[in-house]
């Protein structure tokens, strides 16, 4: 079972809402802030979800750097367009009313000079009086090392239990998804890794200024 499918399965447990229920809420912001928005950039879009239900009100562009995934949102939605790219260094030749950067993937840059490298084009890709709407990671005061998350997933044929490791490595913070999938009577164990750097609010919102965003 591949790993993109997984984490569709659990996003809802995970974050408490489903996509739709999330780009409700962005749509929401969006007309209170950039009422005339037509244009949106999902960077680090994932498999699609948000751009899936945001579609219905805008033309969508989504840039992540995992294929597996953006397959997966191009299968899921056939009116946007998805293209592979690092979101410090991804080039696009429009400027866009809004970008999104949601799901804590701002903590891939990992370290202060990246942030300040992936911020910075974000600028570039942003229409003069744009809207980002950015999503940060934990701060370091708040990561729970040792921790350990279980959520589960069941239907009448398909069993999987997701055990959510948190760790440090050499300073980011690290998470070991851990995987026991059962169906037919057999088990699969899979296994996934993230490690994320970790910010406080006051490097994001002088990163964020550094670049001429201002906070709202």
Request: charged fraction near 25%; include cysteine; glycine fraction near 6%.
């Amino acid at each position: 079972m591949q790993v993109e499918y997984l984490y569709d399965l659990f996003y809802p447990s995970v974050r408490g809402l489903t996509y739709d229920q999330e780009a409700a809420l962005f749509h929401e912001m969006i007309h209170r802030h950039q009422p005339d928005a037509m244009q949106i950039l999902d960077i680090a879009c994932g498999t699609g979800g948000h751009a899936a239900a945001l579609s219905k009100y805008y033309n969508i562009i989504g840039v992540d750097c995992d294929k597996a995934y953006l397959d997966r949102a191009r299968k899921r939605i056939s009116s946007a367009s998805f293209y592979e790219g690092d979101m410090m260094d991804f080039e696009l030749s429009s400027t866009f009313d809004v970008i999104l950067c949601l799901g804590s993937s701002i903590g891939f840059a990992q370290t202060l000079k990246c942030l300040h490298t992936t911020l910075n084009n974000f600028r570039k890709h942003i229409a003069a009086n744009g809207l980002l709407i950015l999503e940060p990671w934990m701060t370091p005061e708040h990561w729970e090392s040792g921790k350990m998350d279980v959520h589960t997933f069941k239907t009448t044929s398909l069993s999987i239990t997701r055990m959510t490791h948190y760790g440090m490595d050499e300073g980011l913070s690290q998470l070991t998804h851990d995987y026991i999938i059962e169906r037919h009577g057999e088990t699969e164990r899979v296994k996934e890794q993230y490690k994320l750097g970790l910010f406080r609010y006051i490097e994001i919102e002088e990163a964020l200024a550094s670049v001429d965003f201002q906070i709202i």
